[in-house]
């Protein structure tokens, strides 16, 4: 089946710092790659999509150069969340398009959980 | 995309089946609808999707009513495994800038023992 992996699964930085999430699709090619962040007993909300070699497209309200989504590849894209505020603290979960199959069926990775003290 | 509407939350004894429903009376001739799940603290999984035929996969079936305002997506033996919160979506299945899935607020579903 389609396999997407994040990482890290957790991360705790302190305020003001940067940190990178890491997806990957294992075992199939990605064109388009999603990331959406998730606060507790809330939705899945979508903050950005990610083609491949182009510049990421933001939903509104999301700032693009707090969130720097990379798409280097077809089976990498990061999210660096810059300067980081309690705030930013959430479950950060990306998603992949499967070509293979289509490239109709989005497939999610576990999720990374962000701590900023 | 075409707004959904899912109860908040629903109950199910272990071993039953478990009817999930869904509205989504502006649905558009092109849109399909698919079902996804979460359970705590993971990613969404992919169940099923369909578009007017209903359809079966080894993890549920799914209802598509014949004027495709609403559907159901039915697990026929539910086990606490099951316990998610379960998303019905619409969308358009092609391969646009614009295509994506949006997520509503999706039904709590507990398994219970």
């Known amino acids: 089946g389609a396999v997407v992996s994040q990482h890290p699964s957790r991360v705790i930085c302190k305020s003001g710092t940067s940190v990178k999430i890491e997806c990957r699709s294992l075992d199939f090619q990605a064109t388009t790659m999603f990331w959406y962040r998730q606060f507790p007993k809330k939705s899945l909300m979508l903050m950005a999509t990610s083609n491949e070699g182009s510049k990421a497209t933001y939903e509104q309200g999301v700032e693009k150069d707090k969130f720097l989504i990379n798409h280097a590849s077809l089976t990498l894209s990061t999210l660096t969340v810059t300067s980081a505020h309690p705030e930013d603290s959430s479950f950060y979960i990306c998603?992949?398009?499967?070509?293979?199959?289509?490239?109709?069926?989005?497939?999610f990775g576990p999720g990374t959980r962000l701590t900023v003290t | 995309d075409a707004k959904t509407t899912q109860p908040t939350s629903m109950d199910c004894a272990e071993g039953r089946a478990a009817n999930l429903p869904c509205n989504h009376s502006t649905i558009s001739g092109n849109e399909y609808v698919y079902w996804y799940r979460q359970i705590h603290s993971q990613g969404p999984q992919y169940i099923i999707h369909?578009?007017?035929n209903n359809e079966t996969n080894e993890m549920a079936s799914l209802i598509i009513t014949e004027d495709r305002k609403s559907s159901t997506l039915i697990l026929p033996h539910a086990t606490l495994r099951d316990t998610a919160v379960y998303y019905c979506?619409?969308?358009?299945?092609?391969?646009?800038?614009?295509?994506?899935?949006?997520f509503g607020e999706g039904t709590q579903l507990t398994v219970n023992p």
């Open positions: 979506i619409v969308r358009v299945r092609e391969e646009t800038s614009g295509s994506r899935l949006t």
């Open positions: 998603s992949a398009r499967n070509l293979r199959q289509g490239a109709y069926e989005q497939y």
């Open positions: 369909g578009l007017k």
